[in-house]
C-alpha cells in the first residue's frame, strides 16, 4: 500500500536528523523534497545541479516548485565538461559523471550542515543499465524511495493525491542519454537535443525523445498508438513537414521516426 511506503519514508527521512535532497525538476526527486521538508522543516534543503545538462524547463520547474512549497533550496555549478569521460561517453560515462556531481553535493550538503545527502531514485531504476547508481552507493548517498520499495507508479501516485504540480510530467533522463556511446559530447550537441524536444513537446508530444546519431535525429514517440484520435503516430504523421523542417533548422541532416516508439534506455540495447 502506498499509504504504508509513505508511512515508511517519513519515518526514514525523520532518522537522518536533516537532509539535502539532490533536486532535478523531475518528479522522483520533487516528491522527495517535498516529503523531506513536511517531515524536518528547516533541517532540509534542496540542491540542484547547475550544468550543461539542465535544461531551461527543468530550472523553471525547480524554481517553481521549491518557491511553491517554501522548500530552501540552492544551485550548486558543476562543470561536466571538466570530466574527461564525460566527453568522451564510454559506456560507464554516468558512473563518471555521476561520481563527480555527487561529490560535489555531498560538499554542499556538508557546508549546509545537513547530515545526509539523499536523491531520488525508485526501485524501476534497478531493471535497466544504470552505472550511476555504482557511484551513488560508493559516496553513500542515501536512495529513500528506493529503500521504501516506491516504484514510479507509486511516486506518481502519491504525488497525485497531494496535488503536486509535477505528478504527470514526463520521465526524462539527462540530454547526454540521446547521444550513442563513443559519440563525443559537446555543449552544442545537447543544446541541439533540447531545442529538438522542446519543439517536440510544444506540438504537444509529451514524453518522447530526441536521440542524436551524428547528423541524423531518431525521435521516439510515446503511446503511438492509443488514445480516440490514434495516438501520437498519427499527429506525428500530419505534422511530420513541419517536424522535419524545424529539426533541420536545429542543424539535424536526416529526421527518422523510431517505429518502436518511445522506451527507456534505447541506446543500452547494443550493451545486451
Known amino acids: 500500500m502506498i499509504s504504508e511506503k509513505s508511512e515508511q519514508l517519513d519515518a526514514l527521512l525523520s532518522s537522518y536528523g536533516s537532509v539535502a535532497v539532490a ?11 517535498y516529503t523531506a521538508h513536511e517531515v524536518l522543516q528547516d533541517r532540509m534543503i534542496a540542491l540542484t545541479v547547475d550544468s550543461n545538462l539542465l535544461t531551461k524547463a527543468d530550472h523553471g ?40 556531481i555527487f561529490t560535489t553535493i555531498q560538499k554542499a550538503a556538508t557546508d549546509a550542515g545537513m547530515a545526509v545527502l539523499a536523491e531520488g531514485s525508485n526501485v524501476d531504476d534497478e531493471g535497466d543499465y544504470r552505472p ?17 520499495g516506491f516504484t514510479k ?27 550513442p556511446y563513443g559519440e563525443l559530447i559537446t555543449p552544442e550537441s545537447l543544446r541541439q537535443i533540447e531545442a529538438a524536444e522542446d519543439y517536440m513537446h510544444s506540438l504537444g508530444f509529451k514524453g518522447c525523445r530526441v536521440r542524436k546519431h551524428g547528423n541524423l535525429a531518431r525521435i521516439e514517440l510515446s503511446d503511438m498508438l492509443s488514445g480516440a484520435e490514434g495516438g501520437s503516430l498519427s499527429a506525428f504523421l500530419r505534422d511530420r513537414e513541419l517536424i522535419a523542417a524545424h529539426l533541420k533548422e536545429t542543424g539535424f541532416q536526416y529526421v527518422t521516426l523510431d517505429l518502436q516508439g518511445y522506451r527507456t534506455g534505447s541506446l543500452n540495447e547494443v550493451l545486451k
Open 23 to 33: 533536486f532535478s525538476g523531475g518528479i522522483d526527486s520533487a516528491l522527495l523534497a
Open 153 to 179: 507508479g507509486d511516486i506518481r501516485r502519491l504525488s497525485k493525491e497531494l496535488q503536486l504540480p509535477l505528478w504527470d510530467k514526463p520521465s526524462a533522463a539527462c540530454l547526454a542519454s540521446r547521444i
Open 132 to 148: 550511476g547508481l555504482k557511484a551513488i552507493a560508493e559516496l553513500g548517498v542515501a536512495s529513500p524511495l528506493r529503500s521504501t
Open 61 to 100: 520547474d525547480v524554481d517553481d516548485f521549491c518557491a511553491r512549497y517554501g522548500i530552501p533550496h540552492r544551485y550548486v555549478p558543476v562543470d561536466v565538461f571538466s570530466i574527461p569521460e564525460f566527453a568522451a561517453n564510454p559506456k560507464d560515462r554516468c558512473y563518471y559523471c555521476k561520481r563527480t
